[in-house]
């Protein structure tokens, strides 16, 4: 499932139409409809996810509020390296990544990773 795709579901779930939700919440629904659609990444800005989260009723803490974050991560290609402060491991990423693009891992192998890690 993609950002987009989820923050449509949970729009829907709400029975609030894109129209609706554009003017309640004073967004361009243009935007939200490719925001949905997967033609823009999702916001980059913390606020502004926290904003959309809230305008789709999901509370922090909550599984949805994890995935709707973590699913904007992927859409952004960040994986949350942008909230990495130790700056040795910020050194180490670029190698760690290459190594792991070289070695070919198929899903088994990196889940024996994540396991590892």
Same mark, same amino acid.
């Given at each position: 499932?993609?950002?987009? *795709?989820?923050?449509?579901?949970? /729009? ?6 894109? /129209? ?7 967004? @361009? ?36 509020? *994890? ?38 891992? @198929?899903? @088994? ?9």
């Amino acid at each position: 499932m993609t950002f987009g *795709e989820f923050f449509h579901d949970k /729009r829907i779930e709400l029975g609030i139409t894109l /129209r609706k939700f554009s003017e309640t919440f004073d967004e @361009d629904p243009a935007y939200i409809s490719r925001l949905e659609r997967g033609k823009v990444p999702a916001p980059k800005v913390t606020a502004k996810l926290n904003y959309y989260a809230g305008a789709l009723k999901m509370e922090e803490g909550t599984g949805d509020y *994890e995935k709707f974050f973590h699913l904007a991560s992927i859409s952004n290609k960040s994986y949350g390296i942008d909230q990495v402060e130790n700056e040795k491991i910020l050194e180490k990423l670029p190698v760690f990544l290459r190594t792991l693009d070289n070695k070919g891992l @198929d899903e @088994d192998d990196l889940d024996k990773l994540i396991k590892l890690i």
